[in-house]
Structures are given as structure tokens and as C-alpha cells.
């Protein structure tokens, strides 16, 4: 391992040096609070020379996600980033990237969606997002958002299948924390150059997506579904060699605090996931044997994963930043029961929404909900 | 990043045909009389399928779809269009 | 003058047997443009004609590599791929003369649902060549109204003629200050050709608009299709025009309409021979929307001679 650099550094900024190690060709991008800060850090690397790239300032996060996938099909390493509203804009070009086996890599900085207007963060956004066919990450710190970005540029390029890092706006995005940046040198080891097995080029005419009858689109539908769930074992292999390489670990797919003895389970993802192990050790101080399990991979659901963690008779408070319309409850916690029917029936799952729009999510207050929750 | 698996990607190859037996398509085939015609390669220049050979003035009839478009813009009146059996 | 149709390069870009409706304009259009762009060049497309005629997958029938868009996305897209090109060559990673960047996109793509994308393209003077074939309306789908269909024209979804004039996207795009802008039409194939080749030497934004009489959906005779392109411009109904950095200037036929050396063709004679406006020409009120329509040309070709003018 070579020497590190440590600073302090904001979420939004961790975004962008990431890309830069990860020596982008191509972003687009287009402002939308709170990611916008790391468009600007993209900009302002490219227009010094830190970073050799093209930045295209389109006019739309639709053209974004337009010019990053097209950009992607001539060969391009491409990176882009956004929020709530501009996520829900370039809802169908992501469906192209997916089903066009394209490796982009995206930041969507969790804010809640319009209407009511909100600046603030929850999840509906990137959980809108969930069978778009994107492999979706969430962080919980700005070192994990640093870290994430370069596994998830391994991830996409080497089962084809674009990624997605979620994390919160403004708790991650605009929070100063410690960040560690690898030297270039080592990041160059765990993530070499792009080798597209296929791109646009006149030497070898052909052309991507055109019409396509039922028995020969079933085909590509199924071999996506696959590859995603295959993607599983890349994800912790990811994990596994960063690790390696840099000292860093922030989980594979999962990420668990005192979860061994665990008899109450705190689950959540995101930034949540990481202020929770304050609220672990408040409920342990009041004699609660408490833990934490996080998903850090969101999608592909790690079942496995979690089937495995989960103690024994553990009840599972699902603490949900998100609504799913049309259930009682968040979405996490139908994943989660979906996963559970006929494996762990020792498991009790509980649930509860809450922090959306942003309403500030303070360990103490977390503690008490799961307290709250054991009475129920 | 190397790809680990072979993605199945929706990709398409060029070949004339791609619309397929596009010659049976055609009511009317265009019939050209080499005696009146002067090479001028104006029905070559407009015929939307490229079946017509701009030396020799021939039709690939496996694709002529049957437009009429040559007949028309043909100066001398070399070409007529004749109904398919 | 025009390059003569002898002096028309052999390559053939667009191959026999594809699934275009006999006798496609926009087809015999892209056939001149894969002349003037030969080999290296990349094509977007979005939904179209050409999409539903460039074959289903594994089979394709133009012999570019392609890529089918999202359809807001022909000038977003085409951005992407020229600075992925351009990064790629700077980092080493490709050789030789780059591949000509260029969209074929329908009139919806363009003046609707494009727009935004073309503009933001346009602005940005990306290296690229945005060709719209303009057959006035969304033909694929079954002819419907698009921003392109003239006045008075039937529609699926306008069956009593459009109450509303078109816009003139050639015009737009040469107030977004670009090195070219050119018209063209499918019956006159060299001065498209030179325009095209033209286009592929200049670097930043490029616009060429190419009008596509479209048979079915204009409604008349198959084999009349350039006959009917010819008679677009002796109405005045299409303008022949290019511009090179904002200094316009007029390509035969249209440039003797334009000075006056020739007069323009009644419109009705063009109306005529179209079965879309046969409502129209039947109806009561035949006379004053027929002036209605002849006032539109009288308008465009009045703006353009004066806009003309304006060359600092």
C-alpha cells in the first residue's frame, strides 16, 4: 500500500476525486441541488488539466444520462450525477443503459421528490429507480461514497450492467469528514483502463438496439435479470481486493455493528446506517442487546447475506427513509419479508417510515423509535 | 475493467435484405429497353434501394420493391412498368 | 454548380432490400448522404421512419455502425459520442481520421420532441452533423401532426386540416449561430451531396434539413415522389438555401424565386396534387385558406431575402 493523502472533505467533493482516480473520459452533467457541487469539482479539474476528460454541460439530466450512455457505446469510460427530480427526468434513458448492457457509473445524491417541493433528503428517489435494471449501492460516509465510486467502475465494466451510488444530500453531500485518498498508483492497480468487448466503430459496422421482435428480446430481458443477480459475488470480490489493496473496508454487501448477539436488529441503508451504531450502543448502554445490519448493496437484494447474518429469533426493526405506496410501510421491509418467507421463520420483522423529506434523524431519536417499536 | 461475462447486447450486423424478400413486395417490375436508353444514370441516382447498376443500367429484382420512381424521372422513356404475374 | 450525378461517388451506404416503403424519400436521401460521409462516420437514430426501415434485430440495412436513442435525445446523444471520440484519440486509444458524428432524425425528433437536445447542441457547437428528413409530419406511426406539418395539412390528428403554420427549424438553427446550416430536397441529389460534404469539413455544429415528400402521408402516387420534391421548391413551399457562419446564400431553383428572376409557382398547383390538403380545397372557405397558405410562403421567402442581407 503507498502512501495515502488524508484531508477533510465533503461527500459531494469525495464524489469527484473519485472519478478523477478513476481517470473518466466523458461526463456530462447538469446542476440539480446537492449534487451540483460535484459537477463543479468535475468541471472546474477538467477546464486545469487535473483531470483529462471532456465535460459536457448538457441542458437536461434526460440529455445527460443520453450523452453518458452514447458516450459509453463509442467506448468511453463516462460518469454522471444527480438528484430526485433529474433521476425521475432520465428515468427511460436508464432503462436504456441497462438493457443496453452499458457501463455507466452514477452518483444520485438522495433528495426527496417534487411535489411537495423538498431540497431535503429521503429515499423515493432512488427506490423509484428499482427495476430500471441498475445495480444500486448506498453509502453511509464520505469515505465509503470515495470508495464506493472506484468498485462500482470495476462492477459495471466487468459484468456490463450500469451502477448506481446513492448516497444522502446534504449529511453526506455538504458534511465535512476525514478522507483518506489512495495514491493514484494503487488505484490504478484495483481498477485498470475500460476494454469494451463491443463499441461503435466503422472498421466493424453494427448497430446497437434496433427493433426487435418477442423471441429475440425475451432473450437479452433474462440474460440482464441473471447478470444482475451474478453480479453479487463481483460486488464482495470488489470489496475483498480494495481492501486489499488500500486497508479500506466498508462491507461488502452488507455492513454489520454487534450484530452476533444480537436479539433486536436495527436495518437500514445510507447515512442512517451509519449514525444507527450510535443508537446500537445507546440501546446496548440501556441493557438492549442491539445491532446494526446494513445493506451497502441495495440491488441485487443481498438475501444470502442477510439470511446468514441475521442471530437467531432476532427482531428486525426496518427503519424505512421511503414510502412504498400501496403497502403499510417502507419498501425495505417487503424486501426484506420477501426474502425471509420460508427461510427464517424464527425472524420477526417490524417496520417503521420515517426522515423523509429530510427530518433530521439524530441517533437518540432512532433509539427511542426502536424502543417504540419493541412495545409494538 | 474487463468484462467477465459475455453480455448479450441487442446488436444488429449490416446485409443487404435486412427488410427481407423485399422483391416480393412489387405489383409492377420496372423494364428497362436498352435501345432508347442513353446511361444517363439519373433512374441509378434516385432509385431509393440501390438495385439499379450504374454501368450496365440492370435491375436487381430480388429487391426492387416496384416504386416507379425510375420510370418517372427517366428522360428518354426507357423504362416501363410492367405488372407482375 | 452542382456536382454532377455522373461525378456521385459509387459507395453505397444504404443497402438493397432494406425496410423502407418503395420508393422512400427519406431513404433516397440518406443514400446521397452515405456517398458524401463514405465509411467513417457513425449514425444515431431515433424513432422514425429509418429505424422501422434499418431492419429488425440481428439485421440491419445501412452499413454504418448505429446507435437507436431515446427520441428526445438525437443532439444529447450525438455530443456524447464526438467527445468520446475526441477524448479517446487525445489518451491514445484511437487511431486515424476520426468517424464523421452524425443524427438522421425524423421532423419530430427535430422540431418536437428533439428540440430541447438540438438547441443544447447547437449552443454548445458540438461536432457533429444534425440531418433532419422532413417528411411534415410522424410519419412512422401513422402520420400525425408534428411542429413541421404546414398549414392546412390533414393529419390523423388534425382530420380537418392544421390551423397552425410551421416552423422553420433551418432558420432557428441559423440564429443559434452555427458554422452551417443547408436545406435540401430528394430531387435535386447533387446540390445535397455538396452540402453534405461541405458539412463534413467544417468542424462545430452542422444543420441540414432535407424535405422528404412522404406518399402516404401527403397522399399521392408513389413513383411522383421527386416530381413532387421538384414542385416543393417551384412554389416556393421549400426554400433552397445554405448558410456558412450566418452569411446565407440560395441554391437553384430557389435562388431565381428569391431575386426575383422568376416567379414562384401558384401554391394551389402544389396543393393540388396532394391528397392531404383535399379537404381543404373542397371545403367553403376554400379561397381564404388557400391565401392563408400562399401568405406563408410569401412571408418566409420575403424574411429570408432580407435576412440575407445581414452578412457582418
Known amino acids: ?376 | 475493467m474487463k468484462s467477465v461475462t459475455k453480455a448479450y447486447r441487442p446488436i444488429s450486423w449490416p446485409m443487404k435484405g435486412a427488410g427481407g424478400n423485399t422483391g416480393s413486395w412489387r405489383t409492377h417490375r420496372p423494364v428497362v429497353d436498352t435501345q432508347i436508353c442513353n446511361k444517363c444514370q439519373i433512374c441509378w441516382v434516385y432509385c431509393p434501394e440501390a438495385v439499379i447498376d450504374r454501368q450496365e443500367i440492370t435491375i436487381d429484382y430480388r429487391y426492387c420493391k416496384g416504386c416507379g420512381v425510375c420510370a418517372v424521372e427517366c428522360p428518354t422513356g426507357a423504362i416501363s412498368m410492367e405488372m407482375e404475374e | 454548380m452542382a456536382t454532377s450525378i455522373k461525378k456521385l461517388p459509387d459507395i453505397e451506404q444504404v443497402l438493397s432490400g432494406n425496410g423502407a416503403c418503395g420508393g422512400c424519400p427519406a431513404t433516397m436521401a440518406l443514400r446521397i448522404v452515405g456517398k458524401a460521409l463514405g465509411s467513417n462516420a457513425i449514425m444515431l437514430l431515433t424513432p422514425s421512419c429509418s429505424v422501422a426501415s434499418m431492419g429488425m434485430t440481428p439485421r440491419l440495412g445501412y452499413n454504418w455502425p448505429c446507435i437507436n436513442i431515446t427520441f428526445a435525445s438525437a443532439g444529447s446523444s450525438a455530443s456524447g459520442i464526438t467527445h468520446a471520440l475526441e477524448i479517446m484519440q487525445e489518451k491514445g486509444r484511437l487511431q486515424g481520421e476520426l468517424p464523421t458524428v452524425f443524427a438522421w432524425v425524423g421532423d419530430g425528433g427535430t422540431y418536437d420532441i428533439g428540440f430541447q437536445a438540438l438547441s443544447g447542441a447547437a449552443e454548445r457547437n458540438e461536432n457533429i452533423i444534425f440531418f433532419c428528413y422532413n417528411n411534415e409530419a410522424y410519419s412512422n406511426t401513422g402520420v400525425q401532426r408534428s411542429g413541421a406539418t404546414p398549414r392546412g395539412s390533414f393529419t390523423t390528428t388534425t382530420p380537418t386540416g392544421k390551423r397552425q403554420p410551421k416552423k422553420n427549424m433551418a432558420l432557428l438553427m441559423l440564429e443559434h449561430n452555427i458554422p452551417y446550416v443547408a436545406t435540401a430536397t430528394v430531387a435535386y441529389p447533387g446540390d445535397l451531396y455538396d452540402k453534405v460534404v461541405k458539412a463534413k469539413n467544417i468542424p462545430g455544429m452542422k444543420y441540414i434539413e432535407i424535405q422528404a415528400p412522404c406518399y402516404l402521408g401527403w397522399q399521392f402516387d408513389m413513383p411522383e415522389t421527386v416530381q413532387m420534391s421538384r414542385m416543393a421548391v417551384r412554389s416556393g413551399a421549400w426554400l433552397l438555401w445554405e448558410a456558412e457562419n450566418g452569411k446565407i446564400s440560395f441554391n437553384n431553383p430557389s435562388s431565381l424565386i428569391i431575386s426575383g428572376k422568376k416567379d414562384a409557382a401558384p401554391v394551389d398547383e402544389y396543393l393540388m396534387k396532394q391528397g392531404r390538403f383535399n379537404r381543404l380545397l373542397k371545403g367553403p372557405d376554400a379561397e381564404s385558406r388557400i391565401a392563408e397558405i400562399q401568405g406563408d410562403i410569401d412571408r418566409e421567402i420575403a424574411f429570408i431575402r432580407e435576412r440575407a442581407k445581414i452578412t457582418i
Open chain 1, 1 to 376: 500500500m503507498k502512501t495515502a493523502q488524508v484531508i477533510m472533505d465533503t461527500g459531494a467533493h469525495a464524489a469527484a476525486l473519485a472519478v478523477k482516480s478513476a481517470r473518466v473520459d466523458v461526463v456530462p452533467g447538469y446542476p440539480i441541488t446537492p449534487q451540483t457541487s460535484i459537477m463543479e469539482a468535475l468541471a472546474a479539474m477538467v477546464e486545469n488539466g487535473e483531470l483529462h476528460a471532456r465535460f459536457i454541460p448538457v441542458e437536461g439530466e434526460h440529455s445527460s444520462m443520453a450523452a453518458a450512455v452514447a458516450a459509453s457505446a463509442a467506448g468511453a469510460r463516462v460518469f454522471t450525477a444527480t438528484s430526485a427530480n433529474g433521476l425521475l427526468y432520465m428515468h427511460e434513458v436508464l432503462h436504456m443503459a441497462s438493457g443496453g448492457r452499458l457501463p455507466v457509473v452514477m452518483c444520485n445524491v438522495n433528495r426527496g421528490i417534487f411535489a411537495p417541493w423538498t431540497l431535503w433528503a429521503d429515499h423515493q428517489d432512488s427506490m423509484a429507480q428499482r427495476d430500471t435494471g441498475w445495480i444500486q449501492y448506498h453509502c453511509s460516509s464520505n469515505q465509503e461514497v470515495f470508495n464506493t465510486i472506484l468498485q462500482a467502475f470495476r462492477v459495471a465494466e466487468q459484468i456490463n450492467i450500469p451502477v448506481m451510488v446513492n448516497f444522502d444530500g446534504f449529511a453526506i453531500s455538504h458534511c465535512l469528514m476525514p478522507l483518506t485518498l489512495p495514491s493514484q498508483e494503487d488505484i490504478d492497480r484495483f481498477l485498470p483502463p475500460y476494454e469494451p468487448e463491443w463499441r461503435l466503430d466503422p472498421a466493424h459496422p453494427s448497430s446497437f438496439s434496433n427493433v426487435t421482435n418477442a423471441p429475440e428480446y425475451a432473450p437479452f430481458r433474462q440474460m440482464l435479470s441473471d447478470d444482475i443477480m451474478a453480479s453479487i459475488p463481483l460486488v464482495k470480490q470488489a470489496a475483498q481486493e480494495y481492501k486489499d489493496i488500500t486497508g479500506m473496508w466498508d462491507g461488502d454487501t452488507i455492513d454489520t455493528y454487534r450484530l452476533e448477539d444480537a436479539e433486536v436488529v436495527a436495518f437500514a441503508i445510507n447515512s442512517m446506517g451509519a449514525e444507527l451504531r450510535l443508537s446500537v450502543d445507546i440501546l446496548r448502554q440501556q441493557g438492549i442487546k442491539a445491532g446494526l445490519l446494513r445493506p451497502r448493496l441495495y440491488l441485487p437484494f443481498p438475501a444470502e447475506d442477510i439470511i446468514s447474518a441475521l442471530p437467531q429469533n432476532a427482531q428486525v426493526m426496518v427503519l424505512d427513509r421511503n414510502y412504498n405506496f400501496g403497502h403499510p410501510g417502507g419498501i425495505l421491509a417487503a424486501e426484506l419479508k420477501s426474502v425471509l418467507f420460508g427461510r427464517r421463520n424464527d425472524i420477526t420483522v417490524k417496520n417503521r417510515v420515517m426522515g423523509i423529506g429530510g427530518i433530521d434523524l439524530t441517533r437518540q431519536f432512532m433509539a427511542a423509535e426502536i424502543r417504540a417499536m419493541m412495545d409494538e
